[in-house]
């Protein structure tokens, strides 16, 4: 990932403050429906992206100050995210499902999580968020943006060897999954939108979304057993099927993987 051209440190920097902005806004409703948690999450992985751009070039206590208010605020939402990833990832288990049997699972354990949808608050978050300071603009340089990006790149190229290989476990294929999404958001933010980068940026949103999939499969595995008044059979059906579908998702990430981190 070379010869790229970069906006200038000022356009940046007025991106990341837009995006602190529209997080302390956005957060400001004390119940926001399951889209509102999603955008929040979005935008604070985006400054993330940022940050990791630049932390290791300016005072690396402020940096990492900043991010741990980020994260602080992003954790917030975890299990109002998991929630809805369990709904969503069952939804979706609905339509690919061939059995009778499967289906009527999946519409039980549907019925089941809607009826134990509960309501998110996050005052802690929002105070978090209002709290956050505008984003650090100390010695910002697109010398720093390259070396950053470069960085996120080698760790990418670096996690993207287990999935190429056939790695099959969820956690360390969540944490490729982090990376990329820094990449992406990275590349999108930073960059100039070139032909190229265009192009390099819809990959790592197709794998992104791939490695995305089967993290949200492991997280149906983790939490659908311990979900009150879920029938055991039921939840042994959606497995079954779950194990089908990660699979498929895992092969795809491994080839889209390989294409962007070997050029095979």
Known sequence: MHN???????????????????????????????????????????????????????SDKLWRRYDHALRTVAAAFAAARDRKVLHDTVTLLLTQARSQRTQ???????????????????????????????????ALTVKQFDRGLQRTHRRCRKLARYAIAGGTDAAQLHVLRKQVKYLGYQLELAAVPTSAVVLQHKQLATLGSQLGFIN???????????????????????????????????ERAARLATLLFTGK
């Open 4 to 58: 790229l051209r970069f906006r200038p440190a000022d356009a940046i920097a007025a991106e990341a403050e837009a995006l602190r902005r529209r997080l302390r806004q956005a957060l400001r409703a004390q119940m926001p429906a399951a889209r509102t948690i999603h955008r929040l999450r979005v935008i604070c992985k985006r400054l993330r992206s940022l940050v990791r751009l630049c932390r290791h070039h300016a």
């Open 216 to 250: 949200d499969l492991a997280v149906l595995e983790q939490q659908l057993p311990v979900v009150a008044g879920i029938n055991a059979a039921d939840a042994v059906l959606i497995a079954t099927l779950a194990a089908r579908l990660q699979r498929q998702a895992q």
């Open 104 to 138: 009527a699972a999946c519409k039980r354990v549907l019925a089941q999580l809607r009826r134990q949808q509960r309501v998110t608050c996050l005052r802690d978050a929002a105070a978090e968020a209002l709290a956050l300071a505008p984003f650090p603009t100390e």
